[in-house]
């Protein structure tokens, strides 16, 4: 008996699920394989049920014969293993950034003998609304706002990047690449003070209210199902804050992260060149711990992000105060720097998880940007925020353009810059 292998990277299951599996048993026994939860996050498929869950629904078809797990996008481990005679997938593979994948898994059959059959994708209204139903799903609050402690459990490092806007939110949310593992692409989003206040042409101090952060928040959750770490700024007077985290929470947001600063904020980035004063350890633990009494539910994130090394405060300051931090509550640690190099970011990060394993720690490595997620990782570091590198693309993009049809008179010389409006308006899902 031949052995045919596919792979499903699916919460639900389909009629075209089921026509691979027709398709598969006329070439001999089917052994599926269930993409691992780490795994169908780089395929944009938040997983909405367990893998076990998956395993067992796959396991209760007719026709499939064996269900094993598949831990990596790339189908090298499997196919050295199972060593199938046939591997079957959707003619989709043929196109686009799945194309790679196909490629390699043909590359290893060739090796002996095995084949690739690709089955015509099913495309019907049916499938099209049960696709559409499990992304509306990961919309909703209650799905959205526990997907940042669950992304924390399964990757080794949350990539996170700054949005603004819905346009923006739709980068987050799109953004797919191809690489050496398979795919790749943003994990969470960062509703940054600064590129927020940025995009309406105000300056980074809290001057921007949170009425209108809030609508900021609405627009991207409008558009996308990634779930959101908002800047909290220093989260104002407490009494202010408590109200603050109901409010993230009700609307699905996964975490506030809010700085130990305290009268007329500025940003960090400035360091000492401007005047900002950190927060006394006790005041700020008396936030932490009076926005954690008012949440409801245990999905939500409070983040403490430490100024020490920003203010030039020391690195023992900074680490009393993350074990202060996580004492009165705190779900998590920002540690933030603008140095060049990161040396002190790691140094951090080596003495805190020398004696905590647990808390999650958070960095933003704006100034230090040679460091590498994988480096990241090895200090024990869990979420990685790039925290302003869309507006600060965007922004000389777009000047240059307004400069260019001043000097021209026209937007003839413009245009091979610019995106075609066929392609702005794909990123655009329709109802
Ligand atoms: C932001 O993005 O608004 C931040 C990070 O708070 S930083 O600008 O580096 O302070
Ligand atoms: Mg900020």
């Known amino acids: 008996?031949?052995?045919?292998?596919?792979?499903?990277?699916?919460?639900?299951?389909?009629?075209?699920?089921?026509?691979?599996?027709?398709?598969?048993?006329?070439?001999?026994?089917?052994?599926?394989?269930?993409?691992?939860?780490?795994?169908?996050?780089?395929?944009?498929?938040?997983?909405?049920?367990?893998?076990?869950?998956?395993?067992?629904?796959?396991?209760?078809?007719?026709?499939?014969?064996?269900?094993i797990l598949q831990e990596k996008l790339l189908y090298d481990d499997v196919i050295k293993e199972i060593k199938p005679d046939y591997v079957i997938h959707g003619d989709n593979w043929l196109r686009g950034p799945m194309y790679s994948l196909r490629s390699k898994v043909a590359a290893l059959l060739e090796t002996y003998g095995g084949k690739i059959i690709d089955v015509p994708y099913s495309y019907s209204e049916e499938i099209k609304r049960t696709d559409a139903r499990v992304r509306e799903k990961l919309a909703m609050p209650e799905y959205r706002r526990k997907r940042l402690h669950q992304l924390i459990n399964i990757c080794d490092i949350v990539k996170t990047i700054e949005v603004h806007s819905g346009l923006t939110g739709l980068i987050a949310e799109k953004t797919l690449v191809e690489t050496e593992e398979g795919l790749d692409q943003f994990d969470a989003m960062w509703v940054s003070s600064l590129c927020d206040s940025l995009a309406k042409g105000k300056p980074d101090i809290e001057l921007v209210d949170m009425t209108s952060r809030f609508r900021t928040i609405d627009d991207i959750m409008e558009v996308t199902t990634k779930p959101i770490i908002f800047d909290g700024d220093t989260g104002g007077l407490t009494e202010h804050f408590v109200y603050t985290v109901r409010s993230l929470e009700r609307m699905g947001v996964s975490a506030v992260i809010i700085e130990d600063k305290t009268g007329l904020k500025k940003?960090?980035?400035?360091?000492?060149?401007?005047?900002?004063?950190?927060?006394?350890?006790?005041?700020?633990?008396?936030?932490?711990?009076?926005?954690?009494?008012?949440?409801?539910?245990?999905?939500?994130?409070?983040?403490?992000?430490?100024?020490?090394?920003?203010?030039?405060?020391?690195?023992?300051?900074?680490?009393?105060r993350a074990d202060a931090y996580v004492r009165a509550g705190a779900d998590g640690i920002m540690i933030h720097s603008r140095k060049k190099e990161p040396a002190e970011i790691l140094e951090f990060c080596d003495h805190f998880r020398s004696h905590n394993t647990e808390t999650p720690i958070v960095v933003v490595p704006t100034s230090y940007n040679s460091i590498t997620e994988e480096e990241l990782v090895q200090h024990g570091v869990n979420i990685v925020i790039y925290a302003n590198q869309l507006t600060r693309s965007a922004f000389p993009a777009m000047e240059k353009t307004a400069r260019a049809i001043l000097q021209h008179h026209r937007a003839l010389e413009v245009d091979e810059n610019l995106m075609p409006i066929s392609d702005i308006i794909s990123l655009i899902d329709e109802l």
């Open 1 to 67: 008996m031949k052995k045919v292998y596919t792979c499903f990277c699916t919460s639900v299951i389909h009629e075209g699920h089921l026509n691979i599996i027709n398709e598969a048993q006329k070439y001999g026994e089917l052994i599926v394989g269930v993409l691992s939860d780490a795994a169908m996050l780089r395929f944009d498929k938040f997983p909405i049920i367990s893998c076990e869950e998956r395993m067992n629904m796959v396991r209760a078809i007719p026709g499939v014969s064996k269900v």
């Open 267 to 320: 940003n960090s980035l400035f360091g000492t060149e401007v005047r900002q004063t950190q927060d006394s350890i006790d005041n700020f633990c008396a936030k932490i711990t009076a926005g954690k009494k008012v949440q409801l539910t245990d999905d939500f994130m409070i983040i403490a992000r430490i100024e020490s090394l920003i203010l030039e405060k020391g690195m023992e300051d900074a680490l009393n």
